[in-house]
């Protein structure tokens, strides 16, 4: 029968991605507390909470990301557009994950080893702001083949880092 790994007896690679998160006036401490496990999971190299009165780490969210809070580099900033524009002018892909009339697949090809890749994720009920859809290289969606047109961002954000990491994996091998 075989035996249940553990966190100290798995045998995966560690591996940071050129990958970071923006979260986009995410403000549900379950959701905030998901996102950096999420974030472990996948190697994303930062998180970047942006919004007013977004309040990161509280017991629910510490509950919520087992720790993985003290390992994941996060910043709050109150303005999202000129961390947007920063990241920019440093060479990363600006990417929201968000249903648009012209979003495609996130399981399309997109990304390349070499790519720094900055995720937007949108806010529990109203998704990415129109301010910051129009500063983004691309929309990407997850398809979806029930009635409802949107899912958990928490776990959005886990189907398309599993995406995105597999495009950089296949393209560093």
Not at 74 to 80: D, T, V
């Amino acid at each position: 029968m075989p035996t249940q790994l553990t966190h100290e007896t798995t045998v995966f690679i560690k591996k940071q991605f050129p990958i970071t998160l923006i979260c986009d006036s995410v403000n549900s401490p379950a959701n905030i507390g998901s996102i950096f496990r999420i974030a472990d999971s996948f190697g994303v190299e930062q998180i970047y909470f942006c919004g007013q009165n977004i309040t990161i780490v509280s017991k629910r969210m510490e509950r919520t990301a087992r720790s993985t809070h003290k390992t994941i580099p996060y910043q709050h900033h109150e303005h999202i557009l000129p961390l947007i524009d920063n990241l920019k002018l440093k060479g990363y892909k600006v990417v929201g994950l968000e249903i648009t009339e012209n979003s495609i697949p996130v399981s399309t090809k997109l990304f390349s080893a070499d790519d720094k890749i900055a995720l937007v994720i949108g806010e529990e009920k109203l998704g990415i702001s129109e301010d910051v859809l129009t500063k983004l290289m691309k929309s990407i969606h997850i398809n979806m083949y029930g009635t409802n047109s949107s899912m958990n961002v928490a776990t959005a954000t886990g189907i398309a880092l599993y995406e995105i990491t597999k495009q950089l994996m296949i393209d560093d091998q």
